[in-house]
């Protein structure tokens, strides 16, 4: 497993923009496909994006396309999520999430995911 440290949420208005980092410890990120989860108060865990472990392929949910963009640096071991023109309906605890791969493709399954951070919260509000 690797060790994933988030960091970047906070209040924001409707209508700004955030950028949330993942940092990795302990193995050679590049053998890892890395996705951000998010859950709200009293809603189920949900998939946000992901990414392909050399960042060739980019995955997102529906809510969200268009206004976040999923990037990765391997050299400095840390994924990042850029959220833009946020929403209320974006306010949850934003999880960065990583499983071992020799593949190039990604699952958005949270149960495949074996590292989990400690998550960051990220509030839209006026």
């Known amino acids: 497993q690797v060790q994933l440290v988030e960091s970047g949420g906070g209040l924001v208005q409707p209508g700004g923009s955030l950028r949330l980092s993942c940092a990795a410890s302990?193995?050679?990120?590049?053998?890892?496909?890395v996705g951000w989860f998010r859950q709200a108060p009293m809603k189920e865990r949900e998939f946000v994006a992901a990414?392909?472990?050399?960042?060739?392929?980019?995955y997102y949910a529906d809510s969200v396309k268009g206004r976040f963009t999923i990037s990765r640096d391997n050299a400095k071991n840390t994924v990042s999520l850029d959220v833009n023109n946020l929403k209320p309906e974006d306010t949850a605890v934003y999880y960065c999430?990583?499983?071992?791969?020799?593949?190039?493709?990604?699952?958005?399954?949270?149960?495949?995911?074996?590292?989990w951070g400690q998550g960051t919260q990220v509030t839209v509000s006026s």
């Open positions: 999430a990583a499983y071992p791969t020799r593949g190039l493709s990604v699952t958005t399954s949270p149960e495949i995911y074996d590292s």
């Open positions: 990414i392909n472990r050399i960042g060739s392929a980019t």
């Open positions: 302990g193995r050679t990120f590049s053998n890892y496909a």
